[in-house]
């Protein structure tokens, strides 16, 4: 089973500062099977990327994510308020599915 | 527009079983796999299986192989999730949530809104 690790645990920003959250798999993820979920308190979890780079309909583009292998990047460039939230990546691989353990991007 | 309509909250003793359903509208039910993932309080998400909505064909995670089980009601476009033997671990927010492939990739691209079952005596 892949392991995926996600870095920081909790990541303390600014709005209007740029965050970088990190996943890393335990052994190479094709891209095509990465994909990355945003998650509020008492909400189920949104679609932001899928295919490591695609933003999902209506995700602003000050999201992006890049990556390949065993590291992958999920990137905001200007943190608005409503950016603060959980977020999880996700892979597929031999016909299952994991999820990281999660990012908390909370308000410095 | 798509949704997915889940069963409200459950509470069970351990040992029993629950029963989750989630109503798909908005789109094709038999047209896109559905899969389940659950989180426990305070805790990342744990995908659970998948249900082939035209065949029936299931895949469950390993962890719950023996225990849960996926079903779906075309007719009604209802996807099931049945899990026995409920202890306290058990307890969470359970999610239907559809699959989508194209162009190879593989992603969840919508989710109900959860249902969450507590396990106590």
């Known amino acids: 089973e892949i392991v995926l690790t996600q870095s920081p645990g909790t990541l303390s920003l600014s709005p209007g500062e740029r965050a970088t959250l990190s996943c890393r798999a335990s052994?190479?993820?094709?891209?095509?099977?990465l994909a990355w979920y945003q998650q509020k308190p008492g909400q189920a979890p949104r679609l932001l990327i899928y295919?490591?780079?695609s933003r999902a309909t209506g995700i602003p583009d000050r999201f992006s994510g890049s990556g390949s292998g065993t590291d992958f990047t999920l990137a905001i460039s200007r943190l608005e308020p409503e950016d603060f939230a959980v977020y999880y990546c996700q892979q597929y691989d031999n016909l299952m599915y994991t999820f990281g353990q999660g990012t908390k991007l909370e308000i410095k | 527009q798509v949704q997915l309509v889940q069963s409200g909250a459950e509470v069970q003793k351990p040992g029993a079983s629950v029963k989750v359903s989630c109503k798909a509208s908005g789109y094709t039910f038999t047209g896109f796999h559905m899969h389940w993932v659950r989180q426990a309080p305070g805790q990342g998400l744990e995908w659970m299986g998948w249900?082939?909505?035209?065949?029936?064909?299931?895949n469950y995670a390993q962890k719950f192989q023996g225990r849960v089980t996926m079903a779906r009601d075309t007719s009604i476009s209802t996807a099931y999730m049945e899990l026995s033997s409920l202890s306290s671990d058990d307890t969470a927010v359970y999610y239907c949530?559809?699959?989508?492939?194209?162009?190879?990739?593989?992603?969840?691209?919508?989710w109900g809104q959860g249902t969450l079952v507590t396990v106590s005596s």
């Open positions: 949530a559809r699959f989508r492939a194209v162009a190879g990739t593989k992603y969840f691209d919508y």
């Open positions: 249900i082939i909505p035209t065949s029936g064909d299931t």
């Open positions: 295919g490591a780079s």
């Open positions: 052994q190479s993820v094709s891209s095509s099977y």
